[in-house]
């Protein structure tokens, strides 16, 4: 299926970082908004998924098909960015301003998207707040409460229980956008790509876009959530997480070992 070898890989993820750090703000906000969007998609399948089989890792097993989507349509995903940008800045092919600025866009454009997702389906299995109890809504909430209150019982431990549950997710979703450049074909690009996000998924790791739509859909529906517990018990930590995640493990990582000196 077209296998490309890991410097290559390297090589192309820093070309990648060079890329994304010259578009503008408005591509980084559509295709931010868009990548918000379509994860929010991918979360609500899995759930569904999960009630109605009852087996968690059925969900686990489709949620990729939004990160598929993101990479082959060549849209913006934050936690994939944490780890390109950073490749290109440790080759001296960016500067860390284009990187910061790049983050920040992406991270506004996949906050847009998750929170219109966020709206248009709560308006569509609550028909318009018409439906207030379901085994969906049902798991939204407990969901949004856990990966927020489920922290915050803990205190200072439950909020580095969080950081460290973001590192641990952006350590394999990095490795997604990495592993897509793993080969020239589609069908090849899919699969390797869909192996450490069905990974990061079954084990409960935490995905900063993922809870911009879970955690606040979870509010709307009536979670015992406030706004400001959302950032503090997830959103913020997770962040925090990702950003180590993607920075050490795979952009530090990889450059290390598989960089060809010229």
Sequence with gaps: MGYVKPEAVVDNMIDAGVYKSGLNAKDLLIRGALSGSILGFATTLAVTASIQTGI???????????FVII??????????????LPMALFDKKITAKEMFINWNLVFLGNLIGALIY???????????GNITDSETIQAVVAIAESKTNGY???GLDGWFSAVVKGILCNWMVS???????????????????WLP????????????????????AGIFLGADVSISNW?????????IGNVIGAIIFTASALYLTHKKKS
Excluded: D
């Design 56 to 66: 968690n890792l059925v969900g686990a097993l489709l949620f990729p098909i939004g």
């Design 71 to 84: 990479i082959l349509l060549g849209l913006e995903l934050v936690t994939g960015s944490f780890a390109l």
């Design 118 to 128: 966020c709206f248009l389906y709560i308006a569509s299995i609550t028909k318009f």
């Design 152 to 154: 915050m019982i803990y």
């Design 175 to 193: 490795l997604g956008a990495a592993m897509a450049m793993t080969s020239i074909s589609t069908i090849g690009k899919i699969s390797a790509m």
């Design 197 to 216: 996000i069905l990974t990061f998924v079954a084990l409960g790791y935490e995905h900063l876009v993922v809870n911009m739509f879970v955690i606040p």
């Design 231 to 239: 950032w503090i018990w997830n959103q913020i930590p997770v962040t």
